[in-house]
């Protein structure tokens, strides 16, 4: 959790919103339901779309919004 906590705060917006994200699993799964609705929030509703350029090869991954938000 810690890790994507950090990641949530200093990322750029989108990753930082998917970061957000992946945390409200986390958050409830150690009985925190208010930080996992607060991150609920921060991490928003809209489907994102996270492009990672690799050395190599690029690589695309579409994530969509999660059941949770709708």
Request: glycine share 6%.
């Amino acid at each position: 959790i810690r890790s994507l906590e950090r990641a949530a705060r200093i990322m750029p917006a989108p990753i930082r919103r998917f970061a957000w994200r992946e945390l409200v699993e986390c958050y409830r799964a150690v009985g925190s339901e208010e930080l996992a609705e607060l991150a609920g929030k921060l991490g928003g509703t809209d489907d994102l779309q996270l492009r990672i350029a690799l050395p190599c090869s690029p690589l695309t991954l579409d994530i969509d919004a999660p059941a949770w938000s709708q």
